[in-house]
C-alpha cells in the first residue's frame, strides 16, 4: 500500500437527525413497503377487539398467561424457522424434531432405574437436535437436494423414530419436577419485576452507549427523544405485561426463556458476522460466496439452528403437557411454527426478517387458537382461520414486495 | 493491514515503473476451443487499459484467467515483474486485484456499508461487528473517491439507481488495499448521466494511482477514459493503441478485422 494516507476527517459535532426527519423518512419507508412490525401489531390489535367483544374472559390476567405458555412452544420452534426462510430455505421436519426432543427427555427421565440427571437428560435432547439439523444441513448442501424434499423426508423418518421411542408404552409421564416447571412453575412477584428492571435497564444502556460511540465517530443519531420513547415504550410493555401476570399465577418460566432466547438470537443475527452472513446469504448467495463466505457452512448452521430450536420447543411442549404420546409433534406444531414466523413478517423470499417476528407471529396464532377456543369452536374452524390469516400474512408480504419494487427497492 | 483509506492521494510511483501485471504468451484451450492464445497484455499503475473486443474474442476468459477462477495452459502471468501462479479468486485478492464483475455482485437486503463490508466485517473484541468503525470507513472511503450522490449509506442497495450500485461495487473493490481493479463492462446497463458518473470514477481510480482494466465493448466510453486499448479479435490479442494516437474507426477495423497469427481452424484444413 502506500505510504501516503490522506487525513481523516475530522468528526464534526454529531450531526442528530430531527424528529420531523425522523418521521418522514419512517412515513417514506412505510409508503415504500418496508412495513416493520406494523400490519402485525395492527392484526393483534383488531384480534384482540374481536374476541374481547364475542368472550369477555379473553383480556383477562388467567387468559394472558394461558396465553402466554400456548404460544412460547410455537415461538421457540418460530425462532429456528426464522433463521432457514432467511436462506429462502424452508425446513419441514421441526415438528417430529421437537417430538423425538421431547420423548428422549422424557424417557431418559422415567425413574426405571437407568434414569439420567435432569441437566443430562436436556443436554442430550438439545444435542439431537443439533445432529439432526447438522444432517439435514449436509444431505441438503453437500448432495444437493432441495430442502423441501430433505426436510419432507426428515418429517416422514422423525415420526418414525418418535414411534419407535415410545414403542408399546403408549404414553410417558413426564416425572421431572424441573422439566415440568418450565410451562407450569411461576416467578414470584417481586422476581418478575426486577428481572423486568433488569431488562429495561439493560436495554436503555446499550441504546445510549451504541448513542455515545456513534456521537464520538461522527455519524448521524436517531433523535433522543426517539431512543426515549423506545425505552420507555419497552417499560410502559413490559410493566403491563408483569403487572398483568401478577394479578394471576405469576410471571411463567418459560416466557423468560422466550425472552432470554429472543434477545440471544437477535445478538447473533444482528450484530455477529455469521448472522450478517446469513442476510447475505438469503439476499443473494452468488454475491456472499464472492466475498469469501462459505455458503454451505451457513446454511448447515442455520438448520442445526433450527432443529436445535425446534428440540428447545419439544422440551417445552412435553413440560406443558407433563407427558408424551405417540403424537409428539405432530398436529399443529410445525404449521403453526412455520405460520408464527411468516405471519411475524419473515419473507419467504429469503434475506428479510427478524427473531421478533417469531414471537409476535406466535402471539397472533396462540391468539386465534385460544379466542377460538373460548367460543366453543371446533379445532375445524380453528384450522381454517388460523389457514386464512397466514394467507393474508403472506398476501400483506405480497404487497410490500410490490410496494418495495414501485420504489425501487426490491 | 485490512482496510486502507489511501485511495485519497496521489500514490507515489517510482519514475519508470513498469507495469503491474503483464500477461505474456497466454493461451487457454477448452476441448476443442481455443479460447486464447498467445495473448500479450499489460496493465501499467496510473492508467486505464481497455480490453475491447466482439463477443466471443475472449474478453472474460481473460479476466478469469487473472481471477485464477481458469488455469491457463501456457504463457505465464507476472505481477510486477515477478512470475505468479493465480491458483483461485482468494490468490489474485492476496496479490491486490480485485474484480467488479458485470453484475456487481452486491445483496440487495443489505445497506451499502453491509455490502462494502461483506465477508471482510470489522468486530469488536467481543466478537460483535464493529457498526461504527465500519460506517466511519465507508464513509471516508465514498467521499475519497468523490461519490457523492449516496444519501446515506445505511440504506439498502436494492434503492440505489444502476450508477449508485456500480460506484459502491467499485468503492468496495478499492477500499481493500488493491493495486488493480478489474471492470467487468461497467457501463453496460447505465442511461447518459450514471455512465458519466461512473467513468469519472474511473479515471479517478487511475489519477490516483490504481491500475484499471475496462473490458468493455463501448468505444465512445473507452474513448473517454483509456490511456491504452488492447484488442482481442478470436481469442488473440491483434492490436494496441494509444488512445491519444488513434480514432474509432482504426479501432472498429481491429475488431472486426485485425490480422490473426493463426487463423483458428486452418492446421486442421490443411493438414485434410
Known amino acids: 500500500m502506500s505510504a501516503i494516507t490522506p487525513p481523516l476527517p475530522t468528526p464534526a459535532a454529531a450531526p442528530t437527525a430531527t424528529i420531523g426527519a425522523y418521521a418522514r423518512r419512517w412515513a417514506e419507508n412505510v409508503r415504500g413497503g418496508e412495513l416493520g412490525s406494523l400490519p402485525i401489531i395492527l392484526g393483534l390489535l383488531i384480534i384482540c377487539v374481536v374476541f374481547q367483544v364475542q368472550n369477555d374472559r379473553f383480556l383477562t390476567a388467567g387468559n394472558f398467561v394461558n396465553l402466554m405458555v400456548q404460544g412460547a412452544a410455537f415461538a421457540l420452534v418460530a425462532m429456528g424457522i426464522v433463521f432457514v426462510l432467511l436462506l429462502g430455505e424452508i425446513d419441514l421436519s421441526v415438528g417430529y424434531v421437537s417430538g423425538v426432543a421431547g420423548v428422549l427427555t422424557a424417557l431418559l427421565l422415567l425413574p426405571d432405574g437407568s434414569s439420567v440427571p435432569t441437566a443430562v437428560a436436556i443436554a442430550a435432547a438439545l444435542g439431537s437436535g443439533v445432529l439432526i439439523g447438522t444432517l439435514h444441513g449436509l444431505v441438503i448442501t453437500k448432495i444437493g437436494i432441495p430442502s423441501f424434499v430433505v426436510t ?5 423418518a422423525w415420526n418414525g423414530v418418535v414411534l419407535l421411542l415410545i414403542g408399546s408404552r403408549g404414553t410417558v409421564v413426564l416425572q421431572d419436577d424441573f422439566v415440568i416447571g418450565f410451562a407450569n412453575d411461576f416467578l414470584s412477584e417481586g ?31 436517531d433523535p433522543l427523544l426517539i431512543v426515549g420513547l423506545r425505552i420507555l415504550g419497552l417499560f410502559v410493555a413490559l410493566a403491563c405485561v408483569v403487572y398483568v401476570v401478577n394479578q394471576d399465577r405469576g410471571l411463567p418460566y418459560v416466557a423468560v426463556l422466550v425472552g432470554v432466547l429472543l434477545v440471544f438470537w437477535t445478538y447473533v443475527l444482528r ?47 412435553a413440560s406443558r403437557l407433563r407427558s408424551v404420546d405417540t403424537n409428539a409433534g405432530g398436529g399443529a406444531i410445525l404449521l403453526y411454527s412455520i405460520a408464527a414466523a411468516v405471519i411475524g413478517g419473515t419473507s ?43 394467507l393474508l400474512a403472506v398476501a400483506v408480504d405480497s404487497f410490500s414486495r410490490r410496494g418495495r419494487a414501485q420504489s425501487g427497492r426490491a | 493491514m485490512t482496510v486502507t483509506t489511501d485511495v485519497g492521494g496521489p500514490r507515489e510511483r517510482s519514475p519508470g515503473a513498469g507495469p503491474i501485471l503483464e500477461l505474456k504468451g497466454v493461451s487457454k484451450r477448452f476441448g476443442a476451443v481455443q479460447a486464447l492464445h498467445e495473448v500479450d497484455f ?70 451499502v456499508v453491509q455490502n462494502m463490508y461483506l465477508g471482510r466485517e470489522e468486530i469488536t473484541p467481543f466478537h460483535a461487528l464493529d457498526e461504527t468503525k465500519m460506517e466511519r470507513r465507508c464513509k471516508e472511503t465514498l467521499s475519497s473517491l468523490s461519490v457523492t450522490t449516496i444519501r446515506s449509506v445505511r440504506q439498502t442497495v436494492a434503492g440505489l439507481s444502476g450508477g449508485q450500485r456500480q460506484s459502491i461495487a467499485v468503492a468496495k473493490a478499492v477500499m481493500w488495499n488493491s493495486r488493480l481493479v478489474i471492470l467487468d463492462e461497467p457501463t453496460a446497463a447505465l442511461g447518459v448521466a450514471q455512465t458519466r458518473q461512473v467513468l469519472d470514477l474511473v479515471r479517478r481510480l487511475a489519477d490516483q494511482g490504481l491500475a484499471v482494466m475496462l473490458v468493455s465493448h463501448n468505444l465512445h466510453d473507452i474513448f473517454e477514459v483509456a490511456d491504452r486499448i488492447t484488442v482481442l479479435r478470436l481469442g488473440q490479442d491483434v492490436a494496441r493503441f494509444n488512445t491519444k494516437e488513434t480514432n474509432q474507426r482504426e479501432v472498429v477495423e481491429a475488431i472486426t478485422a485485425g490480422k490473426l497469427s493463426t487463423v483458428p481452424g486452418a492446421e486442421e484444413a490443411h493438414v485434410r
Open chain 1, 152 to 156: 419432507l423426508a426428515g418429517l416422514l
Open chain 1, 191 to 221: 422476581a418478575a419485576w426486577v428481572l423486568m428492571l433488569l431488562a429495561v435497564g439493560a436495554y436503555a444502556g446499550v441504546q445510549l452507549w451504541g448513542l455515545r460511540k456513534r456521537a464520538a465517530a461522527g455519524l448521524s443519531n
Open chain 1, 271 to 317: 450484530r455477529t458476522r455469521f448472522g450478517r452472513h446469513v442476510y447475505a446469504v438469503g439476499g443473494n448467495a452468488e454475491a456472499a460466496r464472492r466475498a469469501g463466505i462459505n455458503v454451505d457452512r451457513i446454511k448447515i448452521i442455520c438448520f442445526a439452528i433450527a432443529s436445535l430450536m425446534a428440540a428447545v420447543g419439544g422440551i417445552v411442549l
Open chain 1, 348 to 390: 419467504l423470499f429469503g434475506g428479510r426478517g427478524h427473531i421478533k417476528a417469531a414471537l409476535l407471529g406466535a402471539l397472533v396464532i396462540a391468539s386465534i387458537d385460544n379466542g377460538l377456543g373460548l367460543l366453543g369452536l371446533s379445532s375445524g374452524t380453528k384450522f381454517v382461520v388460523t389457514g386464512l390469516v397466514l
Open chain 2, 42 to 111: 499489460d496493465v501499467t499503475p496510473g492508467e486505464v487499459t481497455a480490453l475491447v473486443g466482439d463477443n466471443g474474442a475472449g474478453k472474460s476468459v481473460t479476466i478469469k484467467c487473472i481471477a485464477g477462477i481458469y488455469p491457463i495452459d501456457s504463457g505465464e502471468i507476472l505481477w510486477q515483474g515477478r512470475p505468479v501462479e493465480i491458483h483461485g479468486p482468494k490468490d489474485s485478492a492476496a496479490l491486490g486485484i480485485e474484480i467488479v464483475y458485470q453484475d456487481l455482485a452486491l445483496a440487495d437486503n443489505l445497506d
